[in-house]
DNA sequence: CTTCAAACCTGTGGGC
DNA sequence: TGCCCACAGGTTTGAA
């Protein structure tokens, strides 16, 4: 049973990145910044001014709007910068008393002018990140210059479901790899991708060029139903590394059907649901509703 | 151009 | 009890 517990790490994909831009939101805009430190180097890493100079080009600036794609979030700062953040595995941003102790994870600190709570990017694994960028054009939107290649998430207007599918049928690759490539889709991490395919009935195998125009559709639908469903959950969080901007753990974690259930039974049928490796991580599927694909022969052309 | 996999990082838990 | 190692995984980078 290798089903996670409170104890597990689980990383924040789209669900809990928006649950978490909208709890930072109403704390932090509007508000000026007086002070910002960087407890640890590595969490500016992306920065070309480092540390310091992410500091001090910080210092005095306004945060005007909180906005998200994908797993990237960022705090508009004027008409051509913003503060750009991701949360890597199991980064926080978490908002509260200036004075209250410093956690041994905090990796960046900045308190405002208006002597208010301060706001703290916290990280155990250092995966995440910060950085004051410039704005640039996107995909049908501007968003930060680092992240202008990432396509638009399921959520969002700016997402193209045509485009979608006839970018995914053309790769030469697995359905899960797919789901997981920012590039083509944005949002969807090994989590979420496990239940859409779960939900929609694929495989993780599949090769995307054999996919029907059905089933490219009714994978969109379970990819958008899955993160629409956490994201009113309140995303999925198990323990105490991951939780939401004021401290409060989600608890969507009793609606997986397949990701970390490992030998419990299938809710649609009782099989056991399987793990097998992927990608030097896990995939958690259902052996009768997701038919592993017979070995593919490319189309003999001519 | 595309696809793929190593590397980055640290806390946890199982095995011995 | 305590040590070691596998595992968790999003993204970048460089190789093929």
Known sequence: MARPTRTEVVVPELPEVETVRAGIERHVVGRTVATAEVLNPRAVRRDPAGPDGFAAAMTGRTFLRAERRGKYLWFALDDSEALLAHLGMSGQLLVGEPDRPLSPHVRARFTFTDGGPDLR???????????????????????????????AD????????????????????????????QSLISGVGNIYADEALWRAKLHWARPTETLKPAEVSRLLDAVRDVLTEALKAGG???????????????????????????????DRCATPIRRDAFMNRSSYSCPRCQRRPRAWQPPVVG
Do not use: W
């Open 236 to 266: 999925t969080s198990f323990d105490a590394l991951y939780v939401n901007v004021n401290g409060e753990s989600g608890y969507f974690d009793r609606s997986l059907h397949a990701y970390g259930r490992e030998g419990e039974p299938c």
């Open 121 to 151: 990017f916290t990280d155990q694994r250092t995966f995440g990140h910060l950085m004051l960028t410039e704005i640039a054009d996107g995909e049908r939107r501007l968003v930060p210059e680092p992240i202008a290649h990432i396509a």
């Open 154 to 181: 399921p959520l969002e207007a700016a997402f193209d479901a045509k485009d979608f599918a006839a970018r995914l049928v053309h790769k030469k690759t697995q359905v899960k790899r797919a789901l997981l490539d």
